[in-house]
């Protein structure tokens, strides 16, 4: 089970290395929303109710991670689909490797690739001037939740992929993406969002995953948001692997 | 098990509309043998494929492959076979060495194991220098090379290939029936499906056709064109006016009831190369001029013909 599964873990990476139209909107679109709100908005610090931050760009890091988290789950879904309408996948279904290990290959992927992704842009905040309020142990639990939100992102996309029969049909859901970052406090705190999105944001599991990777950064080492959003990472990811593992059965009905 | 493919009434039929594409297929291939499955497209061959390496559950019926049954042990089927499908479904972005480990690490095989077979698998089918490309740049008898090595990194007992020339030039379709023809003297068993008469001709040691999802011949290349009739000799005279005499002459040699239209005669034959020497003295100690002659052999089309009444050639284009 482990050999196939980072074999193929190894082969998504790859691939996803190796096409720069998967790889760069991963960091260049979040970068880009990144500069523009700071640049242009880093008054609202100033709004009554706006959490006590390091800075707008240390609270704006988060953002720019999930939103890029959330693009690899997206784009994982995409590159699965994509095996499916090629035959690939048939290649990988004929081969005496567990079923399980064509998910958990992905999703190991995920991991590392989304632990990339929010280093990335741990170093792009330092480079601009972001005061990391919880330090290197902070930036290392970011890098640990980063992996783990990867993994719950990515899941959602496989769930989606196998249910879905075509790439585009898994491309198309990318406007979803910004609906959700939107209806969340990913972008700007709670107490700040008017009805009904300060509701549907309480709700929306994505604000704690958002807080749990803001808070290393932003506030400091406060264990309730690390421990929420941890504890929504991995209810995201066994929910949305369990959906993932019951999709691939699903798209496998047929088979023997 | 005494076969490396069984199957017994095997069946797929589809919920929508309620088709078969196979239906009721009983066949028994032996260890060691190239059986070519022969049919038009949408004949059956690529589901009967499917079935049998474990991508479709059978609607009725039973098989098995390598000894294992598909449906009860898939495990086993996928552990003992290798796949060339239709598609040579390959990640253009990786190269030919990195898929081909890749398959080796995905059938069991250790990563310190896996390089040298690539490596080995690469040079045994021409493609050692290619091997460090991206397969975006292969061309497509390269591709179905590449296919054919990543179906055989394994050293799988059965091998299916589905349709593995269709769309390849001349000289590597020619490359890929010799590889077949070394992995059959190697004992490897191949299931072979092609819509081309001359592949099955060429390669298989049985052929079974199948037409609208039944197998409706089985046996022989050469067994199967016998059922059809003998072979003739087809002579294009010279004149004409010769017709009537050249029909006596042909009866003389052998065949009752020669036919002739126009300039043409067509002289029934045991065995072409006995009798045409015969029928060329006889012919011009007649004082028949004669333009050419051909010995016409029964082919396998013939055989598709008198089994399902059409052409395969033109199944294919219905």
Request: with cysteine; hydrophobic share 50%; proline share 5%.
């Amino acid at each position: 089970m482990i050999t196939p599964s980072v074999a193929l873990a190894l082969r998504a990476l790859r691939l996803t290395l190796r096409r720069p139209q998967f790889l760069i909107p991963l960091f260049l679109m979040p970068s880009i929303f990144l500069a523009v709100n700071t640049g242009g908005l880093s008054a609202t610090t100033r709004l009554p109710g706006f959490p006590e931050t390091t800075g707008f760009l240390a609270f704006q890091l988060a953002a720019a991670m999930v939103q890029s988290l959330m693009l690899s789950g997206l784009q994982a879904g995409i590159a699965v689909s994509l095996e499916i309408e090629s035959g690939f996948f048939d290649r990988i279904v004929t081969a005496p490797v567990p079923r399980l290990a064509i998910v958990a290959g992905r999703l190991m992927a995920a991991a590392v690739l989304g632990a990339g992704q929010v280093l990335f842009f741990l170093i792009v905040g330092v480079i601009f001037g972001a005061d990391l309020a919880g330090g290197v142990v902070g930036a290392l639990v970011v890098v640990v939740l980063g992996a783990l939100a990867g993994v719950a992102f990515a899941a959602i996309g496989l769930a989606i992929a196998f249910r879905a029969r075509q790439a585009s049909i898994v491309q198309g859901l990318f406007p979803f993406v910004f609906a959700v970052l939107y209806l969340s406090s990913a972008f700007f705190p709670q107490e700040l969002l008017g009805p009904p999105a300060d509701t549907i944001s309480a709700f929306n599991p994505l604000s704690y995953i958002a807080e749990g990777l803001r808070a290393p950064i932003a506030y400091g080492m406060d264990a309730l948001p690390i421990l929420e959003g941890l504890a929504m990472t991995v209810a995201v990811i066994v929910v949305a692997s369990l959906l993932a593992v019951a999709g691939l059965r699903w798209r496998l009905a047929d088979a023997a | 098990m005494s076969h490396a493919i069984v199957t017994r009434g095997l069946e797929k039929r589809y919920p929508k509309g309620g088709t078969y594409a196979v239906q009721g297929v009983d066949l028994a291939v032996d260890h060691g043998e190239v059986y070519g499955f022969l049919g038009p497209n949408g004949a059956g061959k690529s589901t009967m494929v499917r079935l049998l390496v474990t991508l479709l559950r059978p609607s009725a019926g039973t098989a098995h492959v390598a000894g294992h049954d598909v449906v009860k042990d898939p495990a086993g089927v996928r552990a003992s076979i290798g796949v060339a499908l239709q598609d040579a479904a390959i990640d253009p972005l990786m190269t030919g060495r990195e898929l081909l480990e890749l398959q080796a690490v995905l059938h069991g095989l250790s990563r310190r194991a896996s390089a040298p077979r690539g490596a080995l698998l690469l040079e045994r089918v021409g493609l050692s220098d290619a091997g460090d490309k991206r397969v975006g740049e292969y061309s497509g008898g390269m591709r179905r090379r590449l296919d054919l090595a990543m179906a055989l990194i394994h050293e799988p007992r059965v091998l299916f290939l589905d349709e593995p020339t269709t769309g390849l030039d001349p000289s590597s379709r020619l490359l890929l029936w010799d590889e077949v023809r070394r992995l059959r003297d190697q004992g490897t068993t191949v299931f072979l499906t092609t819509q081309y008469l001359e592949e099955a001709d060429q390669l298989a040691d049985r052929v079974g056709i199948i037409a609208g999802g039944q197998l409706v011949a089985e046996d022989t290349p050469e067994a199967l064109k016998a059922q059809v009739g003998h072979p003739h000799v087809h002579v294009v005279l010279t004149n004409a006016a010769d017709r009537e005499r050249s029909l006596q002459v042909a009866s003389a040699v052998g065949d009752p009831r020669p036919g002739v239209t126009d300039h043409c005669l067509d002289v029934s034959v045991q065995d072409g190369s006995l009798e045409l020497p015969a029928l060329v003295r006889a012919l011009d100690d007649a004082g028949i001029a004669v333009a050419s002659l051909d010995v016409v052999r029964p082919t396998l089309d013939d055989v598709f013909l008198q089994k399902t009444g059409a052409h395969l050639a033109e199944e294919a284009v219905a």
